[in-house]
Structures are given as structure tokens and as C-alpha cells.
């Protein structure tokens, strides 16, 4: 059974680069059909989705990150990372993996991880 | 962006009880709209893909359609485990969005 399973800094002042890392274990992140998304949720608030990497590190990430974000898989390791540059308050929250399900003609989001909460603050 | 605006933002209700949750796009999204349960202090998990396809082990007492810009999620027998928020997502076009979501509580 695949399994998602985030880390990283809990804690990132202003300013800086948020780092996380999602394991992905019982399956490999080089099946085709999938793609690796990080998605947020501010405290109280509803889901943002981040970006995804896919078809072996094609990327694409939602404008309103602007330019800030990255995403990068590897493979040796079954690892999907996330930075996130110049982080403010606003970012803190709670980042999730998830696996978006690309297989047949709609497409979903059908795994995901227990999620890690960032807080952003001096 | 395909913008999705999710009505009601709450809603109380007892077990047993039948609900409704809607999903309006701002553009045609065909039946590219997914939902979503998720509880208290954890990852939200697929209940309905492509607006009406039940995920595997997802109870039957979940459904959805869809028409026109609009999606329906119902509930037709609420259960404990259902008193959560609920949210809809589109999956027509990145950036992929999400409905500002419903909570479900209990009367």
C-alpha cells in the first residue's frame, strides 16, 4: 500500500527558505500515470494546492506562489522535496503530499500524506 | 484560475439526515470536479471522483453529479464519522483549486 510521509522544519524565520521532504514508500514515484503534488492549508483555512512534479521532473507550480517555489523528486531515495524562498507569516501552515491519479481520463488526488505543520515565525 | 465557490459554508444536521453540498465553477469543467472528506487534524481522503465515480472502499451512502457548472455531493444517511468538511476540487486545469469547503455539524 503506498504510503506518503512528510518532513522537514517545523519552525523557519521570515525571510528564509522553507525545506520539506515527502518519502513515498510501497510504490515508486517513477510509475507512470501519477504525478507528486504538495498541497496547504493555512490554520482554520481551506486547500491550496502548491505544485507537482511529473513525467520524469516536469514541473508546474500555481502562480500565486510567485516564483517562490520549487519542486524536485529522487528517485534513488523515493523522494519528493518542496522549497519554498523568502517565506512570510502568511505560509505558515500545514503542508501535505499527494498523489495526483492521472491514469484514466479525470483526474484526482487519491493518496495523501499525514501532512507537517510549518510555522513561520522570528 | 477556474475559480469553485462551495455553498454552504456550514450546515447542521442530525444522523441519519440527508445533505447537499454544492460546488459551482466559473467556467465549464465538463465533470473534471473531485470530493473530498476530511476530518479533524487529518489529510483530507477521496470520496467521489469525476463528479459521480464512488473512490473504491467509500461508502455507497455518498454520490455526486454534476451539471453545467454545478456539482452536488449528497450524503443520504449521515453517520458519525461523517461530521467533518467536505471539499470540492477541480481537476480541469492547473492551477488545480479547491471549494472554501463545508463543515458538517452536528444539530
Known amino acids: 500500500q503506498l504510503q506518503l510521509q512528510e518532513s522537514g522544519s517545523g519552525l523557519v524565520k521570515p525571510s528564509q527558505t522553507l525545506s520539506l521532504t515527502c518519502a513515498v514508500s510501497g510504490g515508486s514515484i517513477s510509475s507512470g500515470g501519477y504525478s507528486w503534488n504538495w498541497i496547504r492549508q493555512a490554520p482554520g483555512q481551506g486547500l491550496e494546492w502548491i505544485g507537482y512534479?511529473?513525467?520524469?521532473?516536469?514541473?508546474d507550480y500555481n502562480p500565486s506562489l510567485k516564483g517562490r517555489v520549487s519542486i524536485s523528486e529522487d528517485r534513488s531515495k523515493s523522494q519528493i522535496s518542496l522549497t519554498l524562498r523568502s517565506v512570510t507569516a502568511a505560509d505558515t501552515a500545514v503542508y501535505f503530499c499527494?498523489?495526483?491519479?492521472?491514469?484514466?481520463?479525470?483526474?484526482?488526488?487519491?493518496?495523501w500524506g499525514r501532512g507537517t505543520l510549518v510555522t513561520v515565525s522570528s | 484560475d477556474v475559480q469553485v465557490t462551495q455553498s454552504p459554508s456550514s450546515l447542521s444536521a442530525s444522523v441519519g439526515d440527508s445533505v447537499t453540498i454544492t460546488c459551482r465553477a466559473s467556467q465549464s469543467i465538463i465533470s473534471n470536479v473531485n470530493w473530498y472528506r476530511q476530518k479533524p487534524g487529518k489529510a483530507p481522503e477521496l470520496l467521489i471522483y469525476s463528479a459521480s465515480r464512488l473512490q473504491s472502499g467509500v461508502p455507497s451512502r455518498f454520490s455526486g453529479s454534476a451539471s453545467g457548472t454545478d456539482s452536488t455531493l449528497t450524503i443520504s444517511s449521515l453517520q458519525l464519522e461523517d461530521f467533518a468538511t467536505y471539499y470540492c476540487?477541480?481537476?480541469?486545469?492547473?492551477?488545480?483549486?479547491f471549494g472554501q469547503g463545508t463543515r458538517v455539524e452536528i444539530k
Open positions: 476540487q477541480q481537476s480541469y486545469s492547473t492551477p488545480w483549486t
Open positions: 512534479i511529473y513525467n520524469g521532473g516536469r514541473t
Open positions: 499527494a498523489r495526483l491519479n492521472e491514469l484514466g481520463t479525470y483526474w484526482y488526488f487519491d493518496v
